[in-house]
């Protein structure tokens, strides 16, 4: 075969979305190649139809999303013209795919072994003992450790990233010349991330294989690709090699969605530690006791182990960690929604640790929160309006007072007022968030503890929802935790960056000392695991010449 | 509201079943209108056929009793013990079931117990053996179809309140300063409202059902004609009068039977996002 | 040894269960009007001053509350459920002599639904999933629907009506031919043929909750991540519901069949009234007609014991055949 053909063709695809949907095409008329030996990265944000390309080259869209045109040429095949039995024979064999979700990617009832040796089965590879020689091979190559124990043993023993080792060791067993990657990383934690995409370009390597890796995260696309495809709401905007898509973007929306890439900020401000402090904490604790009943074995877990810091006035203190880590269980703390089993709260002078809820209450209104999921932080039966006037009318103000207030917040965070009478589910993620950020506002707290706030939305609704907290923070002098475990983010917005560890402070600093000098072995590790660190990402376009 | 109608009215059998029961429930209240006297009372010469004579259309019983009279009073039996056994059963189930929702740890775990042991326990021989014991009565049947159907009622708004409480709107409620009992009442209830209407509606078949075969066992009450009574007392005549079982069985088919589509209308209506490919 | 534990605490829950029944039945006979004595003598007994009398010692019935309940206790541990006087006989022998009958039908009435249900059900599930022949679906979930709506004694009824008035297929009531005084294999037939009217029709409604439970468990699986993985690997449609969907999707349908178990139970004293078959449930109906509170109280607690260990039987098959509940389900995190 001619070195120069690609692997993967895929011409003008076209596929039409049923009656109804936010625009008549999930893909139209999109075309990439894949040469043997590369990796293309797919990037778009959700809703691009980045994943609708993968599933069709595979033939597992669902049966309302059928190709209306166009070609997908693996090896001179054309896969949109053969039938189903002939895709079957060659899914595993010729294409493999690995999906998003590793916890629930593996069927629970059977072991790993069983379901990596399945692959074979159906394709009457390896017959008798070579089968499960070729399994425990396959385990080894993947990095995952005691393979003969591994073979029977049940998915839920495994953790996420091993799960994916599993999948992609399944994914290689028949060693296909195309391997589809529908963003398996992005459920993983940033180390584990850091592992599977170093297996993942290690394989490449090794065996040739041509790669598609569909992703948002252009960290990522920094650290592994070598060409790149940007999608913007079904149609393929700009694609090329990685240097010259990475850092000299062409295509408005490519140079719109690098700008909005978190960065570290050159002027963090370092006057803020002048400040007064607002909240003292200092040991603080949680433990969570595991157990069944009378018969059961008890395990204890130190979710935030002895954790003490300070927050002053417009400040933000970010506290950045892996799951696990115990960060969001602080986020908790401070807001007394789960109980505290050690250490102090140092509010105003007040400890407010050991106070009943009913005592606290009163206090709530200087300590608010901003949730994780802008889908699930709204009431859905609720308008806008009495969202965000709940808060006020609770602690005494009486509801046209509050729902003026309401008002004046929504032009505030940059909504219409229009707004005021509307259902949350007739808004996207990003005003959502706003609409949180309005009702935390409501209550002119002193603090503001912002959980995963933005790790939901797309990376240029995450930019603007960043700029207005940023905003909001310099005019109204307010304290900010930003719980986050992405570490762009937290270089971006934070002044000072806490590291949290299995429940413990690991290290403390500036984000440039964090990121330039760590001192903990976990910081060193965490901060080499963040993808694509070499790549510097060009700063903000100037401004659109008026048309 | 009228998203919520739209929705309702797609669905063909929703629809069907809605009708069915609005013809039901307009007999029920005709009853004394149609048919003054009681159904006990002997009216004609026993054992007339059906569509025979044009004054009695389902034809009479072994005593001379108009069957069709029968049918007519006895759906005002099904629908108010129904009805009334499924809202004794509801009150008591949402009251239990959001305590031990909301609350958790220790009392969660006794209601808990305390709702598991009543599931447990053989459904209709504890409904046979109250009424048996209590004496058949309109208030003893209802008490016991009401005391054998309020767990499943209980374990639905337990898990809906369980997850409902850990949803982020929940916990901003917490955070802004809401107290409990404003908690509950403006932010889960609503929200838990819809499963528990669906759930109340197969509730309701469930009863029915129950309703009529304590009738059949010769558990209903003495003084009101019922379906199930209709159909027990028709088992000796099965042979030479068929027509006598036969009308009663259809109705309590019916009527369940448009109970139910409308439960799966509401299900329908009520949660759209939920309908996957698979419904 | 965590199996044992396990089985421990299962038990030990289940005599909980056995025991609030039984308290139950002891505050039932304080709870009906009248006289308790004349009450558990019941409406045969109720007439013999002498009998009445020895009632009122035997139970105790002029002592403070506490003594009565254990005195209570004491008699069911030992196994004393009381005496019917109607029937002269105690009430823990005549439920035993009639046990195996019920047993009978109800182990046939169970098997059935559940084979045919889940059968039907999966068979509906698949013609959903392939989209092809969609009135298979259809029309087996339209079925469902009417069974699921249908009172069961009328069923029963109709059965009758059908196959023995007018066909005269099979026979209407009974478990054996009257005077036919049959053995061995001519014996076991002539059981079957009175069998199967009363298995089906018992069996048929519960059949319909099986049909609806698998077909919607396996409708939620086919959606699930690991079945797309499977057919990303190019395992064949038929082996995806066979190995990946089905083993997953009876899971459900397991601990159902526990719960449904109760409900059976119940629908077995419809059914062996309608048909006259020698077991229990036709005691129960007896009994209610001679006003028999003992003999009532009786077949109750053995019913509820009979419900409680079917559903300790279902709770270690469960654990047996889903190794995340074996090993408590600890979920390993990201």
New interface residues.
């Given amino acids: 075969m001619d070195d120069n053909t690609p692997l993967l063709s895929v011409r003008n695809l076209t596929i039409a979305l049923p009656a109804g949907g936010d625009r008549r095409y999930a893909v139209r008329d999109i075309s990439y190649d894949v040469r043997a030996g590369e990796i293309l990265c797919i990037v778009g944000e959700s809703g691009s139809g980045k994943s609708m390309s993968a599933n069709a080259i595979m033939g597992l869209l669902p049966d309302y999303l059928a190709p209306q045109g166009g070609q997908i040429l693996l090896r001179g095949t054309d896969l949109l013209q053969q039938d189903e039995a002939r895709l079957q024979a060659m899914r595993g064999k010729d294409m493999a795919m690995i999906f998003q979700e590793p916890l629930s990617a593996l069927n629970p009832l059977m072991t790993v072994g069983e379901q990596i040796a399945e692959v074979m089965r159906v394709h009457n590879a390896y017959p008798g003992q070579a089968r499960a020689r070729r399994v425990l091979e396959l385990l080894e190559f993947v990095g995952l450790p005691d393979p003969a124990t591994l073979y029977h043993v049940y998915p839920f023993r495994l953790s996420g990233g091993q799960r994916q080792r599993v999948m992609i060791a399944m994914a290689l067993a028949l060693e296909p010349s195309l391997l589809i990657a529908d963003e398996p990383t992005t459920a993983l934690d940033v180390t584990t991330q850091a592992q599977i995409l170093a297996l993942i370009a290690r394989i490449q390597k090794e065996k040739g294989m041509g790669v598609m890796f569909v992703t948002h995260d252009f960290g990522v696309v920094a650290e592994i690709a070598h060409r790149v495809a940007v999608m913007e709401r079904g149609e393929l905007v700009e694609q090329g090699p990685a240097e010259q898509i990475l850092n000299a973007p062409r295509h408005p929306y490519t140079r719109r969605l690098i700008a909005a890439v978190p960065r570290r900020r050159a002027d963090a401000d370092s006057a803020a530690d002048s400040a007064p402090p607002v909240l003292d904490v200092r040991n603080l604790s949680k433990t969570y006791v595991t157990g069944r009943g009378w018969l059961g074995q008890k395990r204890i877990v130190r979710a935030v182990d002895d954790v003490s810091f300070t927050v002053r006035r417009g400040q933000t203190l970010g506290i950045v960690g892996e799951s696990g880590s115990g960060k969001s269980t602080i986020g908790k703390c401070l807001l007394k929604l789960i109980g505290i089993n050690g250490g102090q709260l140092i509010f105003d002078g007040q400890d407010i640790a050991g106070l009943s809820e009913s005592q606290f209450r009163p206090l709530r209104k200087d300590i608010q929160m901003i949730f994780q999921d802008p889908f699930a932080s709204l009431n859905p039966r609720h308008t806008v309006g009495r969202i965000i006037s709940d808060g006020p009318v609770a602690s005494g103000q009486s509801r046209a007072q509050a729902e003026a207030r309401a008002r004046e917040l929504l032009g505030l965070v940059g909504l219409d007022a229009s707004a005021f009478d509307r259902y949350p589910n007739q808004f996207s993620g990003g005003q959502r968030q706003r609409i949180g950020i309005a009702r935390a506002l409501a209550l002119e707290p002193k603090i503001l503890v912002a959980d995963e706030s933005v790790s939901a939305l797309d990376v240029s609704v995450q930019a603007q929802v960043l700029q207005l907290l940023h905003q909001l923070q310099q005019q109204l002098q307010i304290a900010l935790i930003f719980i986050t475990h992405d570490l762009r983010v937290a270089a971006q917005v934070c002044h000072a960056v806490l590291v949290m560890h299995q429940g413990k402070v690991v290290e403390y600093g500036s984000p440039g000392q964090i990121f330039d000098q760590p001192r903990h072995a976990y910081t060193q590790k965490l901060i080499a695991a963040v993808p694509g660190q070499h790549w510097d990402p060009p700063a903000e376009p100037p401004p659109e010449p008026a048309i | 509201m009228k998203p919520f109608l739209k929705r309702y009215m797609r669905n063909y059998g929703a629809v069907a079943g809605l009708a069915v029961m609005l013809v039901v429930v307009a007999i029920a209240l005709a009853a004394p209108l149609l048919y003054p006297e009681s159904p006990w009372m002997m009216v004609a010469d026993p054992l007339i056929k059906p569509f025979v004579d044009p004054a009695y259309p389902f034809g009479t019983d072994m005593l001379g009793r108009d069957i069709t009279a029968g049918l007519v009073w006895g759906a005002r039996v099904s629908l108010l013990v129904g009805l009334l056994s499924t809202g004794v059963a509801l009150v008591f189930g949402i009251l239990v079931g959001a305590v031990a929702g909301y609350c958790g740890g220790r009392i969660d775990d006794a209601l808990m117990r305390f709702t598991e042991f009543f599931q447990t326990i053989p459904q209709l021989a504890m409904a046979v053996v109250l009424v048996a014991v209590l004496s058949p009565s309109v208030y003893s049947i209802m008490g016991a179809i009401a005391l054998v159907s309020w767990p499943p009622a209980a374990r639905l708004v337990r898990s809906e309140f369980m997850t409902l409480k850990q949803r982020e709107f929940v916990q901003a409620a917490i955070v802004i300063g809401q107290t409990p009992s404003r908690i509950v009442c403006t932010q889960i209830l609503p929200n838990a409202m819809s499963p528990i209407i669906v759930s109340a509606s197969f509730m309701v078949a469930t009863a029915i059902l129950t309703e009529s075969s304590l009738s059949f066992l010769g558990l209903g009450d003495r003084n009101l004609m019922s379906w199930g009574f209709m159909i027990g007392a028709a088992r000796t005549m099965i042979r030479e009068a068929w027509w006598m079982s036969v009308w009663p069985g259809v109705a309590i088919l019916l009527t369940v039977l448009a109970i139910n589509l409308i439960g799966e209308g509401l299900n329908d209506a009520l949660n759209p996002q939920l309908r996957k490919r698979g419904e | 040894m965590k199996f044992l ?1 396990f089985f ?2 299962r038990l030990g829950k289940a005599l ?2 056995v025991l ?2 039984v308290i ?1 039945n002891f505050f ?2 304080r ?3 009248g006289d308790p004595a004349a ?1 558990l003598a019941g409406q045969a007994g109720a007439g013999d001053p002498t009998y009445v009398a020895s009632l009122r010692a035997e139970f105790g019935l002029d002592q403070p509350l506490l003594t009565q309940l254990w005195l209570y206790l004491k008699g069911v541990f030992q196994l004393d459920l009381g005496f019917s006087y109607r029937n002269h006989v105690p009430v823990l022998d005549l439920i035993l002599e009639r046990l195996p009958a019920t047993f009978l039908l109800m182990s046939c009435a169970f098997l059935f639904s559940i084979v045919f249900g889940v059968l039907l059900g999966v068979i509906a ?1 698949r013609a ?2 392939s ?1 092809k022949r969609r009135w298979i679906d259809s029309s087996v979930m339209t079925g469902a ?2 069974l ?7 069923l029963s ?2 059965g ?2 059908l196959f023995s ?1 007018l066909l005269g297929w099979l026979p209407a009531f009974g478990m054996e031919t009257v005077g036919a005084n049959l053995a061995g294999w001519a014996r076991v037939q002539d059981i079957a043929t009175h069998l199967i009217l009363p298995t089906v029709t018992l069996g048929c409604f519960f059949m319909a909750v099986y049909v609806r439970l698998t077909r919607a468990s396996m ?2 699986v ?5 079945v ?9 449609p038929n ?1 995806v519901i066979r ?2 969907v089905l ?2 999707a009876l899971l459900p349908v397991v601990t159902f069949a526990g ?1 449904q178990l ?2 059976m ?3 077995a ?2 059914t062996e ?2 048909f006259a078959w020698p077991g229990i449930g036709r005691l ?2 007896d009994a ?2 001679q ?1 028999d ?1 003992q003999l ?2 009786g ?2 607690l053995v ?2 014991v009979m ?2 260990v079917f ?1 300790l039987l279902t709770d270690l098959l469960y654990r047996l055949i ?3 509940i074996a ?3 600890q ?4």
């Fill in positions: 534990s421990i605490s909980v269960v609030g029944v139950i039932m006979i709870l009906a009007p009450v599930a959903r999933y989209n629907l009417l699921y709506a249908t009172p069961l004694f009328w009824l109709m009758i009506l008035v409708l939620e086919i959606g699930m991540d690991f797309k993985t499977a057919r990303a690997k190019g395992v064949s082996r190995t990946h083993r997953n719960i109760g409900q139970a119940g629908g004293v419809l009234t309608v129960m109906f209610l007609l006003r509170y009532l109280l077949i109750f019913t509820s419900v409680v559903n889903d190794p995340r090993a408590g389900a979920e390993a995190s990201a």
